[in-house]
């Protein structure tokens, strides 16, 4: 009982308005992302194969770290093996494009639910389209868990933990 009555101190409503606020900030934050990235790559830098638009699309998508990059791009300071490259090329290939779709579909579906906030669409239908959205940041962090955890076993120790200190080194400041 004395559960319900610390509820009571709070205004019929409250989440509700938490949920109204999630969603504005969504909404707004996307909007943000959006603008901040348009015709720049990341750092200010001009886009100039369409990689870099595709890893700000990514970081928007989820925060987990992109330790695929890294490897791709220090391949020569990690000493693979050629067993070890053929096998993180063999993921990369695998889950590379689904991965950019995945992002690419959580920003047409941002795109689709600002549109329908600002049309004045029902509360429940927003909600249900923001649930949809995150479904698919889910399945992200869940592949980007995933390679996290091939990276561990397809490397050494010494491997993986440069991999994570050359991420570091990139991300200062950011």
């Known amino acids: 009982m004395q559960h319900n009555r610390a509820l009571s ?4 409503g ?17 909007a943000g992302v959006a603008a901040q990235g ?5 750092h200010g830098k001009g886009q100039h194969d369409g990689s ?14 992109n330790l695929m990059k890294v490897v791709k ?25 689904p991965m950019h779709a995945r992002a690419a579909q959580v920003a047409e579906m941002e795109k689709a639910l600002n549109e329908a906030a600002m049309a004045g669409r029902p509360k429940a239908e927003l909600m249900v389209m923001n649930a949809r959205i995150l479904n698919v ?19 050494t120790p010494e491997q993986y933990h440069r991999v ?7 991300h200062k400041g950011s």
């Open 9 to 12: 101190k709070y205004p019929p």
């Open 14 to 30: 409250l989440r509700n308005m938490q949920r109204i606020v999630f969603v504005l900030f969504l909404l707004l934050f996307s």
């Open 38 to 42: 348009h015709g720049k790559g990341h």
């Open 52 to 65: 870099q638009g595709h890893g700000m699309m990514m970081r928007h998508a989820s925060p987990m770290p």
């Open 73 to 97: 791009k220090h391949a020569d300071r990690l000493n693979l093996s050629e067993e070890q490259d053929k096998a993180l090329a063999d993921w990369r290939a695998r889950h590379h494009e």
């Open 137 to 155: 940041r889910d399945q992200i962090v869940s592949t980007k868990t995933d390679c996290r955890d091939n990276l561990r076993r397809v490397l």
């Open 164 to 170: 994570l200190s050359i991420y570091a080194d990139m």
